[in-house]
């Protein structure tokens, strides 16, 4: 029903209704002059009010895809973009962040239906409205951007496209650090989380050396920068990586630390596939030194290495 709402037709209806009524305001109530600029301000704020009040009287997409409803909220935003597009066309400055957000909004729904080559699409014309706009003000979209690329990053990394994934990750995370700067506990979750994925791909690629940085920083913050309430399912995937990558490089004690702490917390997390797939470096590391392994995780988790390591 709203998504035939606001055509072209209502549009020009709104906007000269808008004039005639701001104009005839101004005349009635104050002077010829203010009924000048009720005519020319009258259709931007007739088109605005129209736009307050559909935003109340619809659902949030938003909200949608946070309750599991992608299909409802991709029909609310067959009208949500529709109208923001028009709007972004007459008044830039105003409608296209509204724009991107939107196209975000969407990405999300179509993600969660599996049409992520559809959700790809939606996050690249996001992001490049992002990128214009953090052009002119760095300060107020720079975050926008930051969430922007971070979604881009991961339907990248789905789609089989790692290199790509990780230039736009890499970029997340430099705007990460920057906002976690000034304000580090809005931001430095997201950044770890973000170098998290970007460490795993750097894997994926071959890229090691530069994957072990990655998974470094994101374990230092999850570990020393923040009172985590809880540590994150990320944590231990970050952790767990970063042991891994040491084990390859024969440094069994730090990786025996790592693993540790990150086969513990993924454990009372049940992330089966992360435990699945440090197995065998947790094994490798074990056998490595069995002895200080033991050591490093009794220091580390106040419990013995599992029982099935002494029989494999």
Known sequence: MWNKLFTRRSFNVIAAAGAVGFGAAGWLLLSPLWAIVGVVAGPFLALVMFAVVVTFALPDATTLVNQHEPYQALKQLQYDIRSSRRLAKVWPSQWRDALANNLITQSDALHALSQDVHALRSCDEA?????ALAAEKPGKYGSDLAGALDRQSRLLAGAGRQADAIAAIDTAVRLY????????????????????????????????????AAAHEATRIYWHRLPWPELPPYAARAALLEGQLLS???RHH??????????????????????????????????????DFAAVWQAETSTKPPDWLGLS
């Open 127 to 131: 992001v490049a409205i992002y990128h």
């Open 177 to 212: 650090r920057n906002l976690a700067a000034a304000e580090p506990g809005t931001y430095l979750p997201a950044l770890a989380e973000a170098l998290t994925c970007m460490a795993t791909w750097l894997t994926d690629i071959g890229r090691d050396t530069d994957a072990l």
């Open 248 to 250: 390859k490089q024969e």
């Open 254 to 291: 730090d990786a025996a630390a790592m693993l540790a702490r990150g086969w513990h917390l993924a454990a009372s997390q049940e992330q089966q596939s992360a435990l699945s797939s440090a197995t065998p470096a947790l094994k490798t590391t074990y056998y490595a030194d069995p002895d």
